[in-house]
């Protein structure tokens, strides 16, 4: 079995690539990566977060929001109603 695997850096206000902030597809599921750490996986309609790393820091977070298109209120919701599933990816 192949893997289509695809990597970018995700994009600031300006449009130009942000260091240490990167997208990763390998086939259908999608990951968004901080520098070293795995931060979020989508996967079949669910949205998983590494516990330790998903609110790291205020950049970290950030682009979390921008991974997830969703604003920091809707986000927070989301956590208090269990939306999210948390497993350790790194």
Do not use: H, W
């Not at 795995?38 to 820091?57: C, F, Q, V, W």
């Amino acid at each position: 079995m192949s893997k289509n695997i695809q990597v970018c850096s995700m994009e600031g206000r300006s449009g130009k690539p942000v260091l240490n902030q990167f997208i990763i597809s390998i086939n259908n599921i999608i990951y968004y990566q901080s520098y070293d750490s795995i931060i979020a996986r989508k996967e079949n309609g669910s949205i998983y977060l590494d516990p330790d790393y998903y609110n790291y820091s205020v950049t970290t977070k950030k682009y979390l929001l921008r991974f997830l298109g969703i604003e920091n209120k809707i986000f927070k919701d989301n956590l208090k109603n269990n939306v999210y599933i948390f497993e350790k990816m790194n």
